[in-house]
Each structure stands twice: as C-alpha cells, then as structure tokens.
C-alpha cells in the first residue's frame, strides 16, 4: 500500500527532529532502506513497525497510526463504527448529527484535525471493505 501523506509526515516529522534516515531507522530497530522507501515511495509497513516509527520520531501515536491508514489505538473504532451504522437506520440521525457538529465547534483546532482524521480512516476502510469481502467470498468458495 502507498500513502504520500505517510511518506511527507514520517519525513517532516525526521527532519524536525533532526534526524537521519539511518537514525530513524537506528531508533524504528527497521533497515535504513525501509525509511527511503517510506519516504519516497510513501510505503506503509506493518501496523508494529509504524508504532515503533511513531516512537522514534516522537509523534501521537494515535495521530500516525491515522496516517499511516490503520485504526488508532486509544479511540474505540469499533464502536465508532456500530454508532455509525445504527445512525443509518435511525430517524434520530438528524438531530444527533447536528448536535455531534455543534460540538465540533467547540473543540480545539487540534481536537478538530484529529476528529477530521478518525473519519478520513474510517472513510478508507468502507471503501475497502467490498474488496475485502470479495476476497473472502473467492477463497471461500474455491474452498469449497
């Protein structure tokens, strides 16, 4: 998978904290050309690699796992998901969704991006959820 918004934050975030590839990568335990490829080809590595890379350049974890286009670690994603699948169904949706954007209005400019973040990354998993299900649906049936 390939993410230009990955590859220029792991670089901004480096470069802020002035450090080299080969430090990144000293500091990530990940092999130097990992960082190139990251940074130019905007490569996302397994979720236990970006973790270690959020350390290393000292980021929000939750902030670079959004990034990165996995599922933060503190915030209940699943439970996201469920209230936003019940909204769907429910009649109430329209003041509920009123009274969740009056709130946004209060939040911090940082509190904003990231909530702004959250839903970006559960944008990208429904799109990628028909693909997944297709993949499933092949291999179960040619188990069968």
């Not at 430090?23 to 990992?34: G, W």
């Not at 990251?38 to 970006?50: A, C, L, Q, S, T």
């Not at 839903?119 to 997944?132: F, G, K, M, S, W």
């Amino acid at each position: 998978m390939k993410n230009q918004d990955w590859a220029n934050y792991v670089k901004e975030r480096r470069k802020a904290r002035q450090l080299t590839r080969r430090k990144l990568a000293e500091l990530a335990k990940i092999d130097p050309s990992y960082v190139t490829l990251i940074e130019r080809d905007g490569y996302v590595p397994r979720k236990d690699k970006v973790l270690e890379i959020a350390r290393a350049i000292q980021a929000d974890v939750d902030r670079t796992l959004l990034v990165a286009g996995y599922a933060p670690e503190q915030i209940p994603v699943d439970d996201l998901l469920e209230r936003i699948e019940g909204y769907k169904t429910e009649k109430v949706l329209d003041s509920e969704l009123r009274e969740a954007l009056q709130e946004l209005f209060t939040l911090s400019t940082a509190q904003q991006r990231k909530v702004a973040e959250m839903l970006h990354a559960y944008v990208r998993t429904i799109r990628d959820q028909p693909a997944a299900s297709a993949r499933r649906s092949r291999r179960a049936s040619a188990k069968a």
